[in-house]
């Protein structure tokens, strides 16, 4: 495992106080409403399951996989590696992702679920890099926009490493 030093980013602390506003945000749009929670892996799964969590209504999950990272920069080519494992049509997606950088995988993502005819499709991402954004991107919900740096921890990885820090922490030795 490459030893990388890393600085802490965002506390576990400002993680869950943004994680249960995100959450009692999507409570109240979703009121009353069935929702199909897809979480985007790898990255992800841990927001994810903080943020449903935090979500009052009823919902089911599904899980997309897909990969457009080598090393620490992004390919700008989206790999699928896990489908939907059911329709979505007529029903409202919540997308939930872990970062959103060049823009390309979540709009790649977006198209896809859209293709399927969703009643209404929600994006959430937990973090934005403006400055890093290759094509617009809107986005619904995020949690922290945050500078072009590489961060890991809380879902996010280097080299399948450091996923499972309670918080996100910059990298400070890359070359």
Sequence with gaps: MT????????????????????GAAITKKFKGEQVVAVCVLKGSFVFYSDLI????????????GVSSYHG????????????????????????????VDTGITMNYLKNSIL???PASLTTVALLEKPE??????KLDYVGFQITNEFVV?????YQGYYRNLPFIGQVQNFQ
């Design 3 to 22: 030893q990388l030093q890393i600085k802490p980013y965002i506390t576990e602390e400002q993680l869950q106080k943004k994680v249960s506003e995100i």
């Design 53 to 64: 969590r935090e979500i009052n209504a009823d919902i089911t999950c599904e899980f997309f």
């Design 72 to 99: 620490n920069t992004s390919s700008g080519e989206v790999k699928v590696t896990l489908d939907l494992a059911h329709p979505v049509e007529g029903k409202h997606i919540l997308l939930v992702e872990d970062i």
């Design 115 to 117: 293709s399927r005819k």
């Design 132 to 137: 890093a954004l290759k094509v617009p991107c």
């Design 153 to 157: 921890g809380y879902g996010l990885d």
